[in-house]
Each structure stands twice: as structure tokens, then as C-alpha cells.
């Protein structure tokens, strides 16, 4: 009797939130090897109004999990500026896509901009183009499917980064380091 291998498969969606400029994309994992499936921009600076432009944006994220059906929503966290008004703004632009994702009842993860470039670099002060260029690596994304504006790219890593997370074993589980992980875990040792 031939054996049949069932294919476990998820989409993740990640986001870049912008008031200018919004960044997304989308993370097809099959048996646990994740693909690009597609990476985009929303252009908002055409738009002078701040509240059609956070309409805009919930309109486009709703487009994209109507279109996509995302398992998941990774999102980059706002960081902590000097310009409180922009701040703020984000913060908007990120709840607004949250919002979208809470409307189809899709699970939301946020990450700190640090997380992203770490678990995609290995380096948290990595630069934008550091990430682009290790996601086209790593997704083996070819050049012509990449975009100028590397807000596109940040979502995308957004989406990589909670792939990495739920790959990871003890990512749920909090551990103060390989000692206490093997008290812990003293199952998963071997001799």
C-alpha cells in the first residue's frame, strides 16, 4: 500500500506598517520550507488625507487576505522615536492593519524592528538593504522580483521572522540559558 504524505502547509502574512508607504509580504511554508509567495508596497503619500490613507490601508489588507487566506499576521512593532507625532501616526497605521486581521478572525504576532533584523541577519543594527539581500538569499528570490523600495522586503521579513520563531522549539518556552534549557529538558539529551 503506498504511503500518503500529507503536505502541512501555512501562509504568513507580514507587514511593514507606513503611513507613506506600507510594505507587505507573503510567506508560503510547505513541510516546513518557507518560499515567497508574493512582496509588495502600498503607495500612500498620494493620499493627503492621514484617515483615508489608514482606510487605504485596512482596504489593502483586507484585499490581501481575501486574495491570500494568511494563517498568520506578523507585524513590526513601532519603535520608540523622538518625533512623538510619527510615532503616533505608526501606531495608528499598525493598529488599522491589525484591525483588518482581527476582522477574519487571522492570529497576530508583533516584532520589534531589532527581532526582525536579527533573526534574519544575525545582526540587529543590520541595515535594510543587509535584510533585503539576505532574504533574496535565503527565499532564493530572483533579482527581477525585487523590489526598489525595501519596505516591501521588511514585511517579508516580518513574515520570515515569526516562520523562525515557530520553528523554533523553545521560542514559547523561557530558558536563561543552555543550562537551565537541559534541566529542563532532560529528555532531549543524548550521551
Known amino acids: ?16 506598517p507606513g503611513t507613506i508607504i506600507m510594505g507587505y509580504g507573503l510567506l508560503r511554508v510547505v513541510d516546513n520550507n518557507p518560499s515567497m509567495e508574493t512582496m509588495g508596497i502600498l503607495q500612500l503619500n498620494k493620499y493627503e488625507n492621514h484617515y483615508l490613507r489608514l482606510k487605504k490601508i485596512f482596504e489593502r489588507v483586507t484585499g490581501l487576505i481575501d486574495e491570500y487566506h494568511p494563517d498568520e499576521l506578523a507585524i513590526e512593532a513601532p519603535f520608540f522615536g523622538k518625533n512623538v507625532q510619527s510615532m503616533l501616526k ?8 491589525m484591525a483588518a486581521a482581527l476582522e477574519r478572525d ?13 533573526s534574519i541577519t544575525g545582526n540587529g ?13 535565503y527565499l532564493h528570490i530572483p533579482q527581477e ?15 520570515l521572522c515569526h516562520f523562525f520563531q515557530l520553528k523554533n522549539p523553545i521560542s514559547d518556552k523561557k530558558y536563561i540559558g543552555w543550562k537551565d534549557f537541559i534541566n529542563k ?7
Open 125 to 137: 543594527d543590520a541595515s535594510k538593504e543587509q535584510v533585503a539581500g539576505m532574504l533574496q538569499r
Open 1 to 16: 500500500m503506498e504511503e500518503i504524505k500529507i503536505k502541512r502547509e501555512r501562509i504568513i502574512l507580514g507587514i511593514d
Open 145 to 159: 522580483s525585487m523590489l526598489p523600495q525595501l519596505d516591501a522586503t521588511d514585511g517579508l521579513a516580518a513574515a
Open 90 to 97: 505608526l501606531g495608528r497605521a499598525q493598529g488599522v492593519a
Open 185 to 191: 529538558n532532560p529528555g532531549k539529551i543524548r550521551e
Open 106 to 118: 487571522i492570529p497576530i504576532f508583533e516584532y520589534a524592528p531589532l527581532k526582525i533584523k536579527l
